[in-house]
Antibody, heavy 119, light 110 residues
């Protein structure tokens, strides 16, 4: 059974930093791209970032470019999101999901981890 | 990276059919057969309902179907049931390892 477990969320002030983690199981982690998707309270889903299986391609949504850094550790089946210069509008539940060139959809979804940015 | 456009809400009576549109551009919806749809009940994580425009994952009722014409994808729910009341989001691959989601549609069962 494929499973994604996100962690690392919390409450912090604007301008702060936080590192999210996602541990994946049930599939060959090193063979797939990994993504972060977020959802602000009461708002829609927003794709945030993607890292290819070998880390040679990394992409970001314009809303986080220059502030967030995605990384992965294939030996630990783990995905990370380093979030710097956090703003109020980064408040959201953050989900991780895997994809590939012939699997361009997100399934399953974990429970997500809540990041709240507030003064 | 503009969000795909969906109607804010659609509604129907039990047993009726509703269709949700998802309009993008030739750089996303129109450029790839990689549109997926997600159902989300309040307080829950999204659930995949359709992938690759028309394909249904195992366990998803066949009253859910997807299609695409040009830059617009659609999700149709036939034989609407009470449990179908939820938010629905489309998503499209947009090239070079990027994705874009739709603005979301609230489906109400009258």
């Amino acid at each position: 059974e494929v499973q994604m477990v996100e962690s690392g969320g919390g409450l912090l002030q604007p301008g702060g930093s936080l590192r999210l983690s996602c541990v994946a199981s049930g599939f060959t982690f090193s063979s797939y791209s990994m993504n972060w998707v977020r959802q602000a309270p009461g708002k829609g889903l927003e794709w945030v970032s993607c890292i290819s299986s070998s880390c040679d391609t990394i992409t970001y949504a314009d809303s986080v470019k220059g502030r967030f850094t995605i990384s992965r550790d294939n030996a630990k089946n783990s995905l990370y999101l380093q979030m710097n210069s956090l703003r109020d509008d980064d408040t959201a539940v953050y989900y991780c999901a895997y994809s590939s060139s012939d699997r361009r959809w997100f399934d399953p979804w974990g429970q997500g981890t809540l990041v709240t940015v507030s003064s | 990276q503009s969000a795909l456009t969906q109607p804010r809400s659609v509604s129907g009576s039990p047993g009726q059919s509703v269709t949700i549109s998802c309009t993008g551009t030739s750089s996303d919806v129109g450029g790839y057969n990689s549109v997926s749809w997600y159902q989300q009940h309040p307080g829950k994580a999204p659930k995949l309902m359709i992938y690759d425009v028309t394909k249904r994952p195992s366990g998803v009722p066949d009253r859910f179907s997807g299609s695409k014409s040009g830059n617009t994808a659609s999700l149709t729910i036939s034989g609407l049931q009470d449990e179908d009341e939820a938010d629905y989001y489309c998503c499209s691959y947009a090239g070079r390892y990027t994705y874009v989601f739709g603005t979301g549609t609230k489906v109400s069962v009258l």
